[in-house]
Nanobody, 130 residues
Framework: QVQFVESGGGLVQPGGSLRLSCAAS????????IGWFRQAPGKEREGVSC????????FYKDSVKGRFTISRNNAQNTVYLEMNSLKPEDTGVYYC???????????????????????WGKGTLVTVSS
């Protein structure tokens, strides 16, 4: 059974940090590009970061560059999103998703270009508030 499970969300004050995890079972992450998306209340879902299959190249949406770091541990079949200097506008449900890496997959994810993702997690809520 294919599962993609996010964890690590919670309530944090502005300026704080969280580390999100995305654990996969039933399929092998290292064959895929993995994206992190978020959906804020009343807004459309947007891609915030992505890590490519080849060379583990990281991609980031401009608004999170320098604050978020994506990484993967293929041995543990897990992808992480380290989030620092969090802002209230980072609030939302964070999802991870996987797609075969077409070479431009991660570019599409962070630039908001529609790209079909094969697997989605159910999300973890991040709330940044004082």
């Amino acid at each position: 059974q294919v599962q993609f499970v996010e964890s690590g969300g919670g309530l944090v004050q502005p300026g704080g940090s969280l580390r999100l995890s995305c654990a996969a079972s039933g399929f092998t992450l290292d064959y895929y590009a993995i994206g992190w998306f978020r959906q804020a209340p009343g807004k459309e879902r947007e891609g915030v970061s992505c890590i490519s299959r080849r060379n583990n190249n990281p991609f980031y949406k401009d608004s999170v560059k320098g604050r978020f770091t994506i990484s993967r541990n293929n041995a543990q079949n897990t992808v992480y999103l380290e989030m620092n200097s969090l802002k209230p506008e980072d609030t939302g449900v964070y999802y991870c998703a996987a797609a075969p890496d077409a070479g431009y997959t991660c570019y599409d994810v962070v630039e908001g270009i529609s790209h079909s993702m094969d697997y989605w997690g159910k999300g973890t809520l991040v709330t940044v508030s004082s």
